[in-house]
């Protein structure tokens, strides 16, 4: 009994089963592993997103001295004229965007480790001379571009000698932004041409939701749980939802965001990786990792059009860069299955829309009833229902929830905290391939997805219109159970429970460790 309430007080610490498993975690997740590349190259320099994401998160990570000694930083884009122009245009924007305190002396230094270059891809000589200015050391080339152009850019590289199958173009290291195709015959294009074209071994897609601290969590529970792992099945397993709403609009992103929808947007790439992490089987190395995730999305079940709901916010169709009467999806939700024995007859739903009440990412696992060892650990009936919650965003928790206890579970505390941006950049200059997407997994998404969106074509319904500011479209409820809506809509109500005074005092060491994780992203 006294385990059992200190258990309840302090948070379940799911710690790892054996040492395969926590080498497992760590290759996952290390990050330092072979020293850095002598250059890193960035297509799209002048970019939104380049200034958004990509050098601010550089400069964090050179403000925290975690970039490779002789780190090269070549920003390249046909828009560049000089090196001067284009820091000072570099400057102005990250300082507008109040990202970056620009008048540092540590940015003064960051900028001074920038080469600007023009690069027309379009100029086999442009390209050659890129190659001659680089020399002969390992490179890592990052296309921040528009999907359009990746095709050409990917052969530009190729015909210029900076990647390939084999030689030493080789070894250079190519990052690919999403989204990869706008279908799945785009995909197959793209992946083929990249996989005859480089090494796909050093391919990188990009899928910032891979870098976010409680996805990383959620690996480590998964692969490194003795207490989660025995019930992680349909034996004892309800259901499972995963959802990302925003509260954001499409923000003047019109144009893109109209050829996208929430589908191509947030479910075929974020969505689709969180899902395959909590269904996939553990691999036995991190290097099988993405063959394991694509295997669990083979397995998705086709999804009827019954089993979908897509909705458009009022007033998105009059935005800016948006077709008058546009039928794209700004909301979607879909319920479907995956046969195998593991998870046959537990139902997946996902949802992701804008413009919603709040932003929430969050992970549920509803269970049926929980394992006897685990139910006695947290001194609760075995039979009684529980909720395994992981929130993404806005700040990162992993809690059970059974009866009126909240109890908070750790896994993979130790992480460094960093924005998702900083840590897939130091993944992709230190090598570790474990934190982006292989080109099956991405295939195998959009052989699911796809002929969803084609039924919704077909079809010609348009999305059901929502007000601004909803939770969700009142459509979407249908999906859910009302028990479990009525949870997830009054999140506020499940605290953890407050410590009375007879709560024993924690030892020096549990203090230590407490301190080294800022409070903000601990997960506990
Ligand atoms: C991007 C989408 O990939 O993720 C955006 O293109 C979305 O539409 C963004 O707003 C959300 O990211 P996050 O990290 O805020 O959940």
Redesign the pocket.
């Known amino acids: 009994m006294v385990v059992a309430v200190a258990i309840a007080l302090w948070g379940i610490h799911a710690a790892p089963a054996s040492a395969e498993q926590r080498s497992l975690v760590d290759s996952i997740t290390q990050e330092h592993q072979h020293g850095g590349p002598a250059n890193f190259v960035l297509f799209g320099a002048t970019g939104d997103l380049a200034s958004r994401m990509l050098f601010p998160s550089l400069f964090e990570l050179h403000r925290k001295g975690e970039l490779p000694k002789d780190f090269r930083l070549v920003a390249a884009s046909v828009d560049i004229t000089s090196q001067r122009d284009f820091l000072r245009d570099l400057r102005t924007k990250v300082r507008d965007l109040g990202k970056v305190d620009t008048g540092s002396l540590e940015w003064k230094r960051f900028e001074k480790s920038i080469v600007g270059e023009r690069v027309d891809f379009t100029d086999k000589k442009s390209v050659r001379a890129l190659k001659t200015r680089l020399g002969g050391g390992e490179s890592v080339f990052y296309l921040a571009l528009p999907p359009a152009v990746f095709g050409s850019a990917v052969e530009a590289l190729h015909d210029g000698g900076l990647v390939g199958r084999s030689g030493p173009a080789a070894r250079n290291t190519l990052v690919l932004e999403?989204p990869f195709g706008r279908n799945l015959q785009e995909a197959r294009s793209l992946g083929r041409k990249v996989a005859k074209l480089a090494n796909e071994a050093k391919v990188l897609r990009m899928d910032?939701?891979l870098g976010?601290q409680a996805v990383l969590q959620l690996m480590a529970l998964r692969f490194g749980s003795r207490q989660f792992e025995p019930m992680w099945n349909r034996d004892y397993i309800e259901r499972v939802e995963i959802g990302?709403r925003?509260q954001?609009d499409i923000q003047g992103?019109g144009s893109f965001?109209d050829q996208t929808g929430a589908m191509k947007?947030?479910v075929q790439?974020?969505l689709m990786q969180v899902l395959s992490i909590v269904a996939m089987d553990t691999p036995t190395e991190a290097s099988e990792l993405g063959q394991a995730k694509a295997a669990v999305v083979r397995k998705i079940k086709p999804i009827r059009p019954s089993a979908t709901v897509r909705g458009q916010y009022q007033g998105y169709a009059q935005s800016t860069g948006v077709q008058k009467g546009s039928a794209t999806e700004t909301y979607v939700a879909l319920r479907t299955e995956i046969g195998n024995p593991r998870w046959e007859g537990v139902p997946f739903v996902l949802e992701s829309g804008?413009a919603l009440a709040a932003?929430d990412?969050y992970v549920r696992v509803t269970f049926k009833k929980l394992e006897p060892s685990v139910a006695r650990q947290l001194g609760v009936a075995a039979d009684r229902p529980a909720q395994l919650v992981i929130r993404i965003?806005p700040q990162p928790s992993m809690e059970l929830h059974s009866g009126q206890r909240s109890i908070p579970i750790t896994a993979g505390s130790q992480l460094p905290v960093r924005a998702?941006y900083e840590r897939l950049l130091l993944a992709a200059v230190e090598g570790n391939h474990s934190l982006f997407a292989k080109r099956g997994e991405v295939e195998a998404s959009w052989e699911v997805l796809d002929p969803v969106e084609r039924q919704w074509k077909q079809s010609g319904q348009r999305p059901i219109t929502y007000a601004k500011g909803v939770a969700r479209p009142r459509a979407a409820t249908s999906l859910l159970p009302s028990r479990l809506l009525k949870q997830r809509l009054a999140p506020a109500r499940f605290k953890v429970p407050r410590r009375p005074q007879t709560t024993p005092r924690r030892s020096k060491h549990q203090k230590l460790q407490r301190a080294r994780v800022p409070a903000r992203a601990r997960l506990r």
Do not use: I, N, T
């Open positions: 999403k910032h939701y976010k990302a925003e954001l992103r965001y947007d947030f790439g974020h804008k932003k990412s965003d998702p």
